[in-house]
């Protein structure tokens, strides 16, 4: 492995930057493959209760705190690549060992041989972050991180729908076919996942790394990380970020349980689902990435923030109190919301803390943001797991009723139960992350109508190349119009 180079030339950033995208598309599939729905599933048909699948969401958030040594390696070393590189291959063994767990071990230790495979994954993956998130700081031209990130995201998730769905498919065949063997089809998942991602620690190998540049004279660890919570616009970012972060992570890990348990669908129809928002996210991501290089990441968090956090609420509204006539219907458009706003928020969350971390001294900065982020992140489906069972046995409820001679119309107009009080709740928190979102700082940044009136026509225009239906196109600009409609009431 060759050693950082104090200057690239610009045909080693291009052979460099062509790698990471390639490196981002094995890695989506690894990850489609060996987590998410696939790997909920798994936990689940292994016995896993409401507290183990809130711990197995908070896992890799909380080992994030991995990063406060990786700073030191870091900066003590200064070999991005090769920390990045080891860790990654590390962290993927693990893969290969959760695969192994149905056909080795016996039922007794099986959820908990998960979660310690879980931990020590997540734990490498978190060293190999803080190096590689520092590396592409210097790697990637910072006029284009928007755009190129946007496009390594649309690559990854365009290869992920037809492999999310190959493998929904796969997994429904495998239960109703050999229905005493059902965990070793999952088991073929992660075999599968874990030969994919050798194939990105062998990309992310090949690219060139900059020199990060002389250390200082006397490295003092300590002040190296407390270095971002002194500068205040850096501060207000990481409020934002850990307020979101634990809004979004309260409700999220609960999405599949609740679609599995409460819904009682299929693993193929919540994959059809999934691969619905992973459509709208491609869709847009050309479109959030332009838009974060031409006005700021802020502009597009403003407008996608917003969105996204509108459709939490959604999912309180799928039952009332259970399934009924509009609960698909409903849960197709917040899969088409969450795409959309998902799309933009995972985007500009990104590069606006690399955007706002000091090159070559992004290191701290960057890792003092996973931290946070990742901290709230973890917190909250721990909290949520441990409440599941408490909120199962309660429930509140809004009821309308109209009595006249001798008829009565009842309506229910809002029913918590379970999972739904952490999507309320997570709504409100939601809100609160819009507000220090505000606070935050970043050049260019522009007002949030600005955004959705440049959408608004970019949609338009796009719907007019492939319909002239003047009702399709309403349709298709139905949430941003209104969108763009509180934002000019606001003011």
């Known amino acids: ?225 407390t270095q971002p919570f002194k500068d205040k616009n850096f501060k207000n970012l990481l409020a934002f970020m850990g307020s979101w972060s634990f809004a979004v992570n309260l409700a999220t890990p609960f999405f599949t349980v609740y679609m599995l348990k409460r819904l009682e669908m299929d693993v193929s129809v919540i994959i059809a689902l999934s691969v619905l928002s992973q459509i709208m996210n491609i869709a847009f991501l050309r479109m959030w990435g332009r838009f974060s290089d031409r006005f700021s990441s802020k502009s597009v968090l403003s407008v996608c923030v917003p969105l996204y956090i509108a459709s939490i609420l959604a999912w309180t509204f799928t039952t009332l109190p259970e399934k009924y006539a509009l609960t698909i219907p409903l849960l197709t458009a917040i899969h088409i919301v969450t795409g959309i706003s998902t799309a933009g928020v995972t985007l500009a969350s990104g590069t606006i803390a690399l955007k706002l971390a000091p090159k070559r001294k992004a290191t701290p900065y960057l890792a003092a943001n996973s931290l946070v982020n990742s901290l709230a992140a973890g917190i909250a489906p721990l909290l949520g797991g441990m409440c599941a069972d408490f909120f199962a046995g309660r429930e509140l409820s809004l009821t309308l009723k109209w009595i006249s001679p001798g008829r009565e119309f009842i309506f229910q107009t809002l029913n918590l139960q379970q999972w739904d009080f952490f999507f309320f709740l997570a709504f409100f928190i939601g809100l609160y992350s819009i507000h220090r979102l505000a606070a935050v700082k970043e050049v260019g940044e522009v007002k949030e109508k600005v955004v959705v009136y440049e959408l608004v026509s970019e949609i338009r225009r796009g719907v007019s190349t492939i319909s002239t239906t003047g009702n399709l196109r309403r349709m298709a600009l139905f949430p941003f119009l209104l969108l763009r409609s509180l934002l000019e009431n606001r003011r």
């Open 1 to 225: 492995m060759k050693p950082p180079k104090d200057t690239l030339t610009e045909e080693e950033i291009q052979s460099g930057l062509s790698n990471v995208l390639k490196d981002g598309i094995t890695t989506q599939a690894m990850v489609t493959l060996t987590g998410g729905v696939f790997l909920v599933s798994f936990a689940l048909k292994m016995g896993a209760s409401n507290v183990f699948i809130g711990l197995l969401a908070a896992i890799p958030f909380l080992a994030q705190l991995m990063h406060i040594p990786s700073v030191y390696l870091v900066e003590k070393y200064r070999m991005r690549r090769l920390i990045t590189v080891s860790a990654s291959l590390c962290g993927k063994i693990f893969l290969l060992f959760i695969g192994l767990i149905p056909i080795v071990f016996s039922s007794d230790v099986r959820v908990l041989l998960l979660a310690v495979a879980v931990g020590f994954r997540s734990m490498f993956i978190a060293v190999g972050a803080c190096s590689w998130n520092s590396w592409m700081r210097d790697l990637v031209p910072q006029n284009r991180m928007g755009s190129f990130f946007s496009e390594r995201m649309r690559l990854a998730r365009t290869l992920d729908i037809p492999l999310a769905l190959a493998a929904g498919m796969y997994i429904d065949y495998w239960m109703k076919n050999f229905p005493s063997n059902e965990l070793f089809g999952y088991s073929i998942l992660f075999f599968l996942g874990f030969s994919i991602g050798l194939l990105g620690v062998y990309y992310i190998s090949m690219t060139p790394e900059p020199h990060m540049g002389p250390p200082e004279s006397t490295f003092k660890f300590f002040s190296v990380i």
